[in-house]
């Protein structure tokens, strides 16, 4: 199968080279002819337009900034969707959106899905990172070998615009735990704790999180780099703000969320590291939270291994059982 991919960013480029490392045929396209020009040299080849990947692939894969860079990639592209071509969202996007795009696509003839990422652009760069996918079966089951290199757990989250709900959901308490382990960092050492203690308190404990067992690390570092800045947090912050608004929940924490990056950004402007959010705290209380022996960027140890899918639990158990009556009948 031949894949096109557009948009080698922070995650897109470690996907992308996933594919490449296991041998796809890969076309690649991005604004940033540097970024083409280092796949290409790897072996991709250049993609010239996302209309030309669309005519010469069998799948596209789109991992933008913004829903209005997919947007325009999948409007250029349109002309070139026949019955054998997919499209496959890997942005964090907003889910109207993406039903909007997947239907101008089934509108040609082709198939869509979404197919977001979680996990650590460390995790993206190994294949080991987690995708959910929004589609219909049949296009799942086709794109599954593509998806479990991709990643590792792979989780079919039912139709289109399922995903992007789902992916939003989990940034949002990815950032609420960063928020709680910057108070808690702050505190600990306002309170005269040593920090690399606090750091292995929190680890082995109730408290900890994916979130504080990386963000934590770049953070006493003094790098922050995480490869995620503060005008994405905010955009999927406020997705997930504006999902609970449409579902007309009165949520507490969330808008104090989006006021608090809001402030970040003013302060520190929106391409800032999303973990410099503790400047705010480190500022206000003229406290430098580092500490020695922490990495300065993550890196993922796991060796890579091929993906599979994850059923979910409540499902996981009936499956079974039906299986082993169909076995058992047989």
């Known amino acids: 199968m031949k894949i096109g991919f557009v948009g080698l960013g922070n995650v897109g480029g470690k996907l992308a080279g996933s594919l490449l490392r296991n041998g796809f045929d890969l076309t690649v396209h991005d604004l940033d002819e540097t970024l083409v020009a280092k796949f290409v040299a790897r072996g991709a080849k250049p993609g010239t337009t996302p209309l030309a990947l669309m ?72 294949g080991n990172i987690s995708i959910f996918a929004g589609c219909d079966r049949a296009t799942f089951e086709r794109m599954l070998p593509t998806l479990t290199t991709l990643g590792r757990r792979v989780l079919h989250t039912g139709d289109i615009g399922t995903a992007s709900i789902l992916k939003v959901m989990t940034n949002y308490l990815a950032t ?11 505190t600990m050492k306002a309170a005269g704790m040593d920090l690399n203690t606090t750091y292995e308190a929190m680890k082995i404990s109730s408290g900890t999180s994916f979130v504080h067992e990386t963000e934590s690390q770049v953070i006493l570092n003094g790098s922050r780099d995480i490869s995620f800045t503060m005008d994405l947090v905010k955009k999927d912050i406020g997705l997930f703000q504006k999902i609970a608004d449409q579902a007309g929940v009165p949520l507490e924490i969330s808008p104090l969320m989006v006021e608090i990056f809001n402030d970040g950004i003013a302060r520190f402007g929106e391409r800032e590291l999303s973990p410099n959010i503790i400047r705010r705290l480190e500022e206000a209380t003229g406290l430098s939270i580092t500490a020695p022996g922490f990495p300065a960027e993550m ?32």
């Not at 933008?64 to 499209?87: F, G, N």
């Not at 609420?176 to 702050?186: F, G, H, P, S």
């Not at 994850?310 to 058992?328: M, N």
């Open 299 to 330: 890196t993922d140890d796991e060796p890579e291994e091929q993906g599979y899918e994850v059923i979910p639990t409540g499902l996981s158990a009936p499956l079974a059982t039906l299986v082993g009556a169909k076995t058992a009948a047989e």
């Open 55 to 126: 005519q010469d692939c069998d799948a596209v894969i789109t991992c933008l900034p913004s829903p209005a860079a997919s947007a325009a990639v999948v409007e250029a592209m349109l002309p070139a969707v026949t019955a054998d071509k997919i499209w496959m969202e890997m942005s964090t996007t907003d889910a109207g959106e993406v039903k909007r795009l997947s239907d101008l696509v089934k509108a040609q003839g082709g198939s869509a899905m979404e197919c977001p990422v979680s996990g650590g652009c460390h995790r993206a760069d190994t």
């Open 176 to 186: 609420a735990n960063l928020l709680t382990c910057c108070e808690a960092l702050v």
